[in-house]
């Protein structure tokens, strides 16, 4: 874990509805939570949460505080990195050729990984470990292609608005997008802009049909990707899944390109268009 991550050890009490409390109050402070876990304690009336909170989104002194506001938290402590011992646990689905199986299976050893399902098309590997390992053996899966990972998109609702408002674009919120909502107040300006990226989040956490790229290749016409290099919400990466004619990569453009560079959007599709 790197030092932009706070690691905090929450007891709470055992009841319904605590770990909606919590949750709900990170979105409502702005505080993104990288991860969190609960497991029951020896004690049953006690359960423990294991929250990971970005740094950057809030102090941990203002974290603390707000957590301690809430009635069945009990106690807080923060873990530190150099002596908390900890451990990712990862789920990814790669695209397995009869020539890459092998392959595949030899890399899923050298890092003590599982393979969990075999299909006709896939191989399913299981991987526990620190999170630099998940994410080296992540990068040398990529070029087999991977259908599927168990957390490939930014959880958008895990932020609070103005944090999920600027997810969606590669730099400053545009000036033309804040104009849509200039001819009301501050309170309904945030209140428009939080129902705005709810909606765009609904469509993409969780994603819908993650096994969509195993069923492209039944399209019969031509057909084109355009992603945004610095999208924030869905790494460019993940365009690699999807087997269409062309793919192309826009800089400086985030999840909401047609905002960030709707010039280079246009021309790119008309590009194609126009040769189809």
Known sequence: MNGS???LSVLVENKFGVLTRVSGMFARRGFNIVSLAVSPTEDERYSRMTIVVDADSAPLEQVTKQLNKLIPVIKIAELSPVDAVERELMLVTVKATAEARSQITELASIFEARI???????????VAGRPDKLDAMTDLLAPFGIFDASHPATDLFAMGA?????ALFAGDVPARFTELFA???PEEQVMAQHVVSVAAASLLWPLGDQHLAT???RIGMPSMLVWGADDAVVPVAVADRWPLDETVVLPDAGHM???DAPDAVAEVLGAFLGAT
């Open 5 to 7: 991550h706070h690691i």
């Open 116 to 126: 969990d399902d075999v299909g006709y098309e896939s191989i399913t590997i299981m």
């Open 162 to 166: 103005p944090a999920r408002l600027e």
């Open 183 to 185: 001819d009301r107040g």
């Open 215 to 217: 069923r492209v290749h």
């Open 257 to 259: 390109m047609e905002w």
